[in-house]
């Protein structure tokens, strides 16, 4: 029998005082049972309004009806024809905005948890499998993949499958891109990302980390070597800051370089090489996902008082709903409608690790009101004169935002960047201006979504195996 309910089975989760103060993994996952009940909820329309959500096309109503059989297995293969990352996508896909958006439960109701059942079959594969990929036979072309997060890892598998020998080039030390050192373990264990690169290696994939490609090889170079073609999925790594005076302070940190050194340097341990930070109070400026990432990071890290600032109102974040409600539950204290003027700070000429510049102290802000709609259809935020206040803190991270790093234009011939920096293409292909040369994800459009930059790696295989196929 169909199950009728207007909302989805809930995820369970960790009580939230417990896991503010520890790494593991917020959401539990659904039990077999929560997941069956949770599938019936589906119409299996005809129509399939939920695939045209999804960037990469998962053949939703097919994989989770293989779950209402039980065949659970069955339902992960289904995923993976078209997803080389299902227990990633089930975990931080925005499926609220996506194929959740278009499912027809939710004209009434919640609509089906897709990405909860996505989630639910990776692990339970992953839990319960051990056979590992096969290489292809080689088809004899070679293809060089510039970064290892999703539009780089999504584009090597899925030239892998087809018979190309890949090799992924990772400017740090570790695989995985923003997955592994933009994303916290709370969110996405480190575990699972590893999962889907050692997949890619048991397929033929050559990972090599330690490669900043522009400086430790150009792509002339990977051309010299013997690559046909080379696709460029580097994201976006370059902080976006205020400008406001203040920045240059120590306790001023871009949210790139704290989740980063929180994620990849370890800062997290107890008795860590490279601390961010002991006690204190933090504000966090921004409103997005990594705001919400860098926020509940550092109450994880020891902080006592930890600020969103956002100069919007609540209906306006952009961060996932239920990653604000996340860090609401954890203690995380929203200070909506205000905006940052400057950074506070003072100079110890007693300090002998740099005695010209200060340490923070606090973080002057005004208080804002909305207007009149901007042109992306947001009301604009509008300073109330003489409402200028502070918060005392000791940390400021700025999360508004990054932008593609211009190291590979400026190292590049031949590829053009539109002037926000993202390399221009193709519109369905990744096609640059540059012969051989495609691109996808951040590196084109600045900081987005996992599963766009997966859709854009994706096209990008295709259009290289076009290419090579001539």
Not at 131 to 156: I, W, Y
Request: hydrophobic share 35%.
């Amino acid at each position: 029998m169909p199950n009728m309910s207007l909302k989805k089975n809930p995820m369970p989760s960790q009580d939230p005082q417990v896991r503010a103060h520890n790494f593991n993994e917020v959401a539990i996952g659904y039990t077999e049972e929560m997941a069956l009940d949770e599938a019936l909820r589906c119409l299996n329309c005809k129509n399939m309004p939920c695939v045209s959500g999804c960037p990469v096309n998962i053949h939703i109503p097919e994989f989770i009806s293989k779950i209402k059989e039980g065949d659970f297995e069955g339902a992960y293969q289904i995923i993976s024809k078209t997803s080389a990352l299902p227990a990633v996508c089930g975990r931080v896909c925005p499926q609220e905005s996506q194929c959740e958006s278009k499912c027809v439960r939710g004209i009434k109701g919640e609509p089906v948890g897709i990405g909860r059942l996505e989630r639910f079959v990776a692990d339970w594969h992953n839990a319960h499998s051990s056979e590992a990929p096969v290489a292809a036979p080689s088809n004899g072309h070679r293809v060089a993949v510039v970064g290892s997060g999703p539009s780089g890892l999504t584009c090597a598998g899925d030239l892998a499958r087809k018979g190309y020998k890949v090799t992924v080039y990772e400017a740090l030390h570790t695989a995985g891109g923003v997955l592994v050192y933009g994303i916290p373990e709370f969110r996405l264990p480190k575990k699972i990302v590893q999962k889907e690169v050692d997949n890619l290696i048991a397929m033929g994939v050559d990972v090599e980390t330690n490669v900043v490609i522009g400086k430790t090889l150009t792509i002339d170079e990977l051309f010299e070597q013997g690559f046909e073609a080379v696709f460029v999925g580097s994201g976006a790594g370059l902080p976006n800051f205020m400008n406001i005076p203040g920045e240059a302070y120590k306790g001023v940190y871009s949210a790139n370089e704290f989740l980063t050194r929180s994620n990849l340097m370890k800062a997290y341990l107890d008795d860590p090489v490279t601390p961010i930070m002991k006690g204190g109070n933090v504000a966090v400026v921004g409103g997005g996902n990594v705001a919400m990432d860098a926020a509940r990071t550092a109450l994880r890290l020891g902080a006592e008082h930890v600020y969103i600032v956002y100069r919007r109102s609540l209906e306006e974040l952009p961060a996932r709903k239920e990653e604000v409600e996340h860090a609401m539950e954890e203690g995380i204290d929203f200070r909506l409608l205000n905006n940052p003027v400057e950074i506070l700070g003072y100079n110890n000429p007693d300090d002998r690790r740099d005695p010209k510049n200060g340490f923070v102290t606090g973080i002057k802000c005004i208080r804002m009101e909305l207007g009149e709609p901007d042109e992306k259809g947001r009301r604009r935020p509008i300073p109330i004169e003489g409402s200028e206040f502070v918060l005392d803190v000791d940390t400021v991270i700025i999360a508004i935002g990054t932008s593609p790093n211009p190291l590979i234009k400026s190292t590049t011939k031949g590829l053009d960047v539109n002037k926000h920096g993202g390399i221009i293409v193709e519109e369905g292909t990744g096609k640059t201006t540059r012969e051989g040369v495609f691109a996808g994800g951040d590196a084109v459009t600045g900081a987005a979504t996992v599963i766009s930059a997966m859709g854009a790696g994706k096209a990008a295989a295709a259009a290289i195996d076009e290419y090579l196929s001539k």
